[in-house]
């Protein structure tokens, strides 16, 4: 192997520790934003009768964010917003395990092969 394919598999190892970090980090936050979710959501499970039916639909007694609070009431916030925040993570986590791997399969298998030799 020469030193420009030694150079170039150093730099495919790095580019896949790279990646496997920001794999990790991205489950690291869906999991952190997934345990808060979880317990507030049995914790405040619990809404105004009062609302309307559109309302209860749109809004969710355990979302926190965006929610509205006062001495005798809590109304969650968006549903959609909560659900947006738990799971944009997910493509992070997905992305940065392919890159990782094809940039550790690149490193490993294809940058090791001997060039082939052209025959006339």
Known sequence: MDVLQAAKARAEHRLAAFYLVAAITAAIGLICTAVVFGYWHFTLDVCDGHA???DKEKR?????????S???????GDTTVCHFVEFSCV????VGL??????????SFVLRRPPK???C
């Open 70 to 76: 006062s001495y005798r009431l809590f109304i969650g």
């Open 117 to 119: 030799t052209k025959r």
């Open 52 to 54: 309307t039916q559109q």
């Open 60 to 68: 969710h007694c355990g979302c926190l964010l965006f929610a509205q």
């Open 91 to 94: 493509p992070g986590v997905v």
């Open 98 to 107: 392919l890159m990782a791997f094809l940039h550790w399969y690149r490193a």
